[in-house]
């Protein structure tokens, strides 16, 4: 029999570059070689697999093993699950003596789930257009940049705005914001924004007053013609 030689090279053989929704497990594993000088396979070579980067403010991603030892053709993998957060994770591979490698993959947002609606000073006034930021995110607040569909506009006070609606492109990448006006002061009034197709794709903004306008009509009330 002749054996393979002293371990000389780590390298990428599979895994690398993939991409999933948030939360899930990637389809193919990471998969890694380790050779000798002549690039025959070697066995029972121990490879450390390790998460060397994340979006900031990601949790619960992590590999099915912290290490693996390399088979018979010299290969060795572990599963990734990704994070909570959209963006690029990186997983480092290493072997003792070896030259490390890094896969890399990329986090997607999952189905919308809800609506941000952004702060709004207080106070309003009756009449005077005011900016009101939407976004649609997924159910672990990220952005769902594909979002295409209406959003009906709502008030808990039950006065009126208008628009009472507005439409999303694909090309607003999850987010807009839109111009409305009341009719109506109130005290801690809320806008609540909702997706025409699916009412538990909801979301509602924090409380702010609205004051009536500058005063534009005198007119009689009552005592007149007696």
Request: hydrophobic letters at 35%; glycine letters at 12%.
């Amino acid at each position: 029999d002749v054996e393979a030689g002293a371990a000389s090279t780590l390298a990428i053989n599979g895994g690398d570059g993939q991409s999933g929704q948030v939360t899930s497990t990637l389809s193919s594993a990471l998969e890694v070689k380790v050779t000798d000088a002549e690039d025959n396979p070697v066995s029972g070579e121990t490879v450390s697999f390790s998460i060397t980067g994340a979006p900031s403010g990601a949790s619960g991603q992590g590999l099915s093993s912290a290490s693996a030892t390399t088979d018979g053709n010299g290969r060795a993998s572990v599963a990734l699950t990704l994070g909570d957060k959209t963006g690029p994770y990186e997983v480092t591979a290493s072997a003792s003596g070896l030259s490390d490698v890094v896969f890399g993959a990329t986090a997607t947002p999952g189905p919308p789930a809800a609506v941000a609606v952004g702060t709004i000073p207080s106070t309003q006034t009756v009449g005077q257009p005011f900016d009101v930021p939407l976004t649609v995110e997924d159910a672990n607040g990220n952005v769902v940049p594909s979002y295409s569909g209406t959003l009906n506009l709502d008030l808990t006070q039950g006065s009126s705005i208008s628009p009472t609606s507005t439409d999303f492109a694909a090309s607003d990448d999850g987010t807009k914001t839109v111009q409305v006006t009341l009719t109506d002061a109130a005290t801690s009034e809320e806008i609540t924004a909702t997706a025409d197709s699916d009412n538990s794709i909801s979301g509602t903004s924090d409380p702010f007053d609205v004051e009536a306008g500058a005063a534009s009509t005198l007119a009689i009330n009552g005592g007149d013609g007696q």
